[in-house]
């Protein structure tokens, strides 16, 4: 089946350590995102990607890093940078034509904890 | 600039009863509206949309939900939830706000329902 693999599911990472997360998926989309969601805040968009290699910044860009070598993948680097990781990333993706019209695809999320 | 609201933190209701989650947004201009759901540590997974034409949108899991242009509301309906309803459920609407020509979604706060047996 068709779909999206994020992992690891959980993660823990010391304070002023880089960490990478990946999303991958096999739909064929186009476009890709990252997102950050905090209880009580909603979802909030850090990258979005529509075509390979190439990608812009969201909402909350600073203290993320990504790229976007294979349609396929897009991976999440947390950097030091980032003040306040600790959270729950979702990736997703959408055919680029109208993206997100049809909805968006998400992975099962990665947990993220400083400690 | 476009806003999503969802008026409840925290919806409990009992199992078999019908429920209602509120979601108001502010737009200018002609959206697309969605209904998400997301269970425990899982990501969201889509449960209707309104893109055009009739405004009663069925969904999966008999939800519905009914796009009012006038009061600029997409409230989720259910006439007969279930404990498996219980999950968090977000309201999200497209904006064409980047450059870049693509669309982004603006995700509501979300509202947690909890049914009880």
């Known amino acids: 089946d068709g779909g999206i693999t994020q992992s690891p599911k959980y993660l823990f990472r010391k304070e002023g350590q880089n960490v990478t997360l990946s999303c991958e998926q096999n739909l064929n989309h186009d476009a890709m995102y990252w997102y950050r969601q905090d209880p009580g805040q909603g979802l909030r968009l850090i990258y979005y990607s529509q075509i390979v290699n190439d990608f812009q910044k969201g909402d909350i860009a600073e203290g993320y890093s990504v790229s976007r070598e294979k349609k396929e993948s897009f991976p999440l680097t947390v950097t030091s940078a980032q003040k306040n990781p600790t959270a729950f990333y979702l990736c997703?993706?959408?055919?680029?034509?109208?993206?997100?019209?049809?909805?968006?695809?998400f992975g099962s999320g990665t947990r993220l904890t400083v400690v | 600039a476009q806003s999503v609201t969802q008026l409840d933190s925290q919806v409990p209701v009992f199992e078999e009863a019908p429920v209602e989650l509120r979601c108001n947004y502010s737009?200018?201009?002609?959206?697309?509206l969605f209904w998400y759901v997301q269970y425990p540590n899982q990501g969201l997974q889509l449960l209707l949309k309104y893109l055009s034409g009739s405004t009663l949108v069925k969904g999966i899991n008999g939800f519905e939900a009914e796009f009012n242009k006038s009061q600029t509301s997409f409230h989720l309906r259910k006439p007969s939830v279930h404990i498996s309803d219980t999950a968090e459920y977000f309201c999200a609407v497209i904006s064409p706000l980047y450059d870049s020509g693509t669309y982004k979604y603006i995700f509501g706060t979300g509202t947690r329902l909890k049914v009880l047996a």
């Open positions: 737009s200018s201009v002609s959206v697309y």
């Open positions: 997703a993706s959408s055919p680029n034509e109208l993206p997100g019209v049809g909805g968006y695809t």
